[in-house]
């Protein structure tokens, strides 16, 4: 069956440094993976979609890469902040369908 | 843009009682969606409407959950009789229906004693 999935331990960093966080996925081949941010207590939020087509995207301190050949996708978070603790999610379509996500991988910056 | 409504944001109930939510989406987008998020896990998709119509609803146990969105705008989702297991946050999202994120609300968060 077609699975995403991220990993589930918490990733603790010193503020400054590079948060890098993967996806990967099995038995299907998306058209494209998003990347959403989620808050305690908050809905998800939209930050990146990347296209199997492209190679990487960026967006201010964000980068999202999409290896289709690993069927993985890297999601870093450059200079990180303390602001930037939350849970992270990642979420593809199996075809026409909505999206599914992963579990989130929660992300903590320490000062 | 106001965002993706939702109410209530807290729900208490016994077991075998029923509940009721409610969602507004951001004016214009057709599509609308109704996840379920246990505590420590990602959102699973229960239903999918594509204007008033329902896209996807292979996850949704109908034998205890009903969605309606009618006139193609806001949407209720009922669980009728509820059980222990779906302590959860409900999250409402819409979009475009094009390639593209989505707008979540911040979700009601049900309880089930």
């Known amino acids: 069956s077609q699975k995403i999935e991220q990993n589930s331990e918490a990733l603790n960093i010193q503020e400054g440094k590079t948060a890098t966080l993967t996806c990967n996925y099995t038995?299907?081949?998306?058209?494209?993976l998003q990347w959403y941010r989620q808050d305690p207590g908050r809905g998800p939020v939209f930050l990146l979609l990347?296209?199997?087509?492209?190679k990487e995207k960026r967006k201010e301190r964000l980068k999202v890469t999409f290896d289709t050949t690993l069927k993985q996708s890297l999601f870093h978070i450059t200079a990180s902040q303390p602001a930037d603790s939350a849970t992270y999610l990642c979420?593809?379509?199996?075809?026409?369908?909505?999206?599914?996500f992963g579990s989130g991988t929660r992300l903590q910056v320490q000062p | 843009e106001a965002g993706v409504a939702q109410s209530p944001r807290y729900k208490i109930i016994e077991k075998r009682q029923s509940v009721a939510f409610w969602c507004n989406p951001i004016s214009g987008h057709a599509t609308l969606y109704w996840y379920q998020q246990i505590l420590g896990q990602g959102p699973k998709l229960l239903i999918q409407f594509q204007n008033n119509g329902v896209v996807d609803d292979s996850q949704l146990p109908k034998d205890r959950f009903s969605a309606e969105r009618l006139k193609g705008v806001d949407s209720t989702l009922k669980i009728q009789p509820a059980k222990l297991e779906d302590s959860a946050v409900y999250l409402c999202a819409s979009s475009t229906g094009r390639v593209g994120g989505y707008t979540f609300g911040s979700g009601t968060r049900l309880t089930v004693v």
């Open positions: 979420a593809s379509p199996a075809g026409r369908r909505a999206l599914t």
């Open positions: 038995n299907y081949s998306p058209a494209y």
């Open positions: 990347i296209r199997e087509n492209e």
